[in-house]
């Protein structure tokens, strides 16, 4: 893959700094779940502000993080139906707040207004628009911060591949991952993944798509599923969950298949195991 613009390459030494031996992740785990177990009050707040973010799927607005998941997952919320949480959902919430809120406050402490946090990214079709936040637009280029463990998915890596691809299609600029590897619950790498906008071009595809089908009244009729059914949250109540989802065959599957081999030895390197 090409290098990116020179002002990455320095984005990315000031990140690394985050990398400090001993910061355990773990510590920090434990005593939000043991808060949780012990307060009512407490595990209330954190489920309604979970509950409050799940956003309402209305012509005007649907997330890229959801349909990029999974086409049915928007359609659910259509039709007025929730996902079901558990504390392990809460708990991984917070932990990823945490790390997303070291991550931005130390680039924008480091880049000043070169960076701006929450910029909306939009794509419309047919009065429909699928929006997303990336996590930083630094003017040549969007950054959106990830968090793995020692092992990961390949559907995993492929999801966040075309999410950050739909970012840099609509927003006609290149996206960086950067992967933050966590090792027992300490921060030890980081790893940056460049994503052109021709990777996001099938999901734009598919959400066309989509609309047609949704505006034919048929919610069911595309499922481009690209995350593991197993750890979706709407598994229990799944109109496929007996039979084999149908998976859109999307243009430029080819280029989508070479970013992924990128992207899945990029995180080898860093000590990351890929599974399925």
């Known amino acids: ?86 504390w392990g959902d809460i708990t991984m919430h917070l932990l990823g707040k945490m790390i997303h809120s070291l991550a931005v406050a130390e680039v924008k ?69 950067l992967y933050m590897i966590l090792t027992d619950g300490i921060l030890r790498n980081i790893v940056p993944i460049e994503v052109i906008p021709e990777v996001g071009y099938p999901v734009i595809y598919a959400f066309k798509l989509w609309v047609k089908a949704v505006e034919g009244g048929d919610i069911g009729a595309l499922i481009a599923k690209t995350t593991s059914c197993k750890v979706c949250r709407f598994r229990d109540i799944c109109i496929m969950r007996t039979r084999n989802p149908h998976e859109v065959i999307l243009p430029g599957r080819e280029l989508l298949d070479d970013y992924l081999n990128y992207v899945k030895h990029e995180v080898s390197k860093a000590g990351v195991k890929v599974i399925g």
């Open 1 to 86: 893959m090409s290098q990116g613009p020179e002002t990455l390459k320095n984005v990315i030494e000031e990140i690394t700094k985050l990398v400090r031996e001993g910061y355990s992740l773990t510590s920090i785990m434990k005593e939000v779940t043991e808060a949780i177990n012990k307060d009512v009050g407490l595990s209330k707040v954190i489920f309604n502000e979970i509950k409050d973010s799940m956003v309402k799927i209305s012509p005007g607005n649907v997330p890229v993080g959801l349909f990029t998941q999974c086409s049915l997952i928007p359609s659910y919320y259509l039709t007025g139906k929730n996902p079901s949480i558990d």
């Open 109 to 177: 402490s480091r880049f000043g207004n070169r960076c701006i946090e929450g910029v909306e990214v939009m794509y419309t079709y047919n009065s429909w628009t699928m929006r997303g936040k990336p996590d930083l637009d630094c003017g040549k280029y969007y950054l959106e911060f990830k968090t793995i463990m020692g092992r990961v998915t390949k559907t995993r890596l492929l999801h966040d591949l075309i999410q950050a691809g739909f970012y840099s299609a609509a927003g006609n600029k290149n996206t960086y991952v």
